[in-house]
Nanobody, 118 residues
Framework: VQLQASGGGLVQAGGFLRLSCAASGRPFGNYFMGWFRQAPGKEREFVAAIRWDDGFTQYADSVKGRFTASRDNAKNTVYLQMNSLKPEDTAVYYC????????????WGQGTQVTVSS
């Protein structure tokens, strides 16, 4: 399984970015695809997840109402639309995958840097 994240960059507070995660290597039915982030000096934290089959989503409280996870089954790609960005959203963002039957995120992509300036 390969996960390829992209779309990070530098944006001003209040702006937006869309991250993409291209997935390959297996069928992703019965999988959750997730987004995590890690800021300097902090632990990696959960941001959002989407269930591949039906689009069910989950979000961290800190991003609810601002971030939206989505997926394009035909392209095997998941997205994270990030609106109303804040400086505290600055982090390396990672996409990840796990079976819906386990709790461990077993597949990880490389990170993409998101920097929000004030």
């Amino acid at each position: 399984v390969q996960l390829q994240a992209s779309g990070g960059g530098l944006v001003q507070a209040g702006g937006f970015l869309r991250l993409s995660c291209a997935a390959s290597g297996r069928p992703f039915g019965n999988y959750f695809m997730g987004w995590f982030r890690q800021a300097p000096g902090k632990e990696r934290e959960f941001v959002a997840a989407i269930r591949w089959d039906d689009g069910f989503t989950q979000y961290a409280d800190s991003v609810k109402g601002r971030f939206t996870a989505s997926r394009d089954n035909a392209k095997n790609t998941v997205y994270l639309q990030m609106n109303s960005l804040k400086p505290e959203d600055t982090a390396v963002y990672y996409c990840a995958g796990r079976s819906i039957y386990v709790a461990t995120w077993g597949y990880w992509g490389q990170g993409t840097q998101v920097t929000v300036s004030s």
